[in-house]
């Protein structure tokens, strides 16, 4: 099945070049593009597109409060976040509105469409500059997993945590432990209800500051 997608941006030019970009994709399918945050979330709930190519700077509302009212609507729906915004105030605050992405305009084409593939697996991708924000954001506030948490993991659902905070795919865990896909997600119900998470980000977040994986 090829990712849908919808492209956001009040730039006709942007749009024009995202689409140049992504048509030629054999994986990729454009239903349809938006200049304002209204035609998004009016075409959002029309389409049910995968993912939402999201410019942040929009004419009527932000798309940060677009994200937000399209994920109440369309929880299905991804949002990855495309925007020449770098800085801190917005990289938190599209994430908190739920996007599971957040590419800069600056990067390269591949970055975006691995982005895009990434995201389609229902996986979160960051950006590595801006990563390190949300993990320097981390360690530096209080987490919601009790200390002693990992001890109640099984030996199993640690393999399973490592892989997945490491970005894995469950496909890809399933085959290096030769398990199923079905016990891999079942192992990351478990894990996230165990440390109390609810996302992939507050994972990786989690991994991270217990030592887990190195940032």
Do not use: W
Not at 42 to 55: E, V
Not at 71 to 87: G, Y
Not at 96 to 125: D, F, M, Q, W
């Amino acid at each position: 099945m090829k990712i849908q997608l919808l492209l956001v941006d009040d730039h006709a030019v942007v749009r024009s070049g995202l689409r140049m970009l992504l048509q030629s994709e054999p994986d990729v399918e454009i239903l349809g593009e938006a200049s304002t945050a209204a035609q998004a979330i009016a075409l959002a709930q029309s389409l049910r597109p995968t993912i939402i190519l999201m410019d942040i700077g929009l004419p009527d509302l932000s798309g940060i409060a677009a994200t937000r009212e399209i994920k109440k609507i369309c929880p299905e729906t991804a949002v990855l976040a495309l925007t020449i915004h770098e800085d801190e105030e917005y990289f938190f605050k599209i994430l908190e509105a739920g996007a599971s992405g957040y590419v800069p305009k600056r990067a390269a084409p591949e970055e975006l469409l691995t982005a895009i593939r990434t995201v389609a697996r229902g996986e979160v991708y960051l950006y590595p500059s801006l990563a390190k924000l949300l993990v320097r954001d981390f360690l530096t506030q209080p987490h919601t997993a009790s200390e002693n948490s990992e001890n109640d993991l099984t030996a199993r659902e640690q393999e399973v945590l490592l892989r997945l905070a490491e970005g894995d795919s469950n496909d890809k865990i399933a085959s290096a432990l030769v398990i199923s896909v079905s016990t891999v997600e079942r192992h990351r119900e478990n894990i996230m209800r165990k440390l109390n998470l609810h996302s992939r980000a507050e994972l990786v977040r989690y991994a991270i500051r217990k030592g887990i994986i190195q940032a």
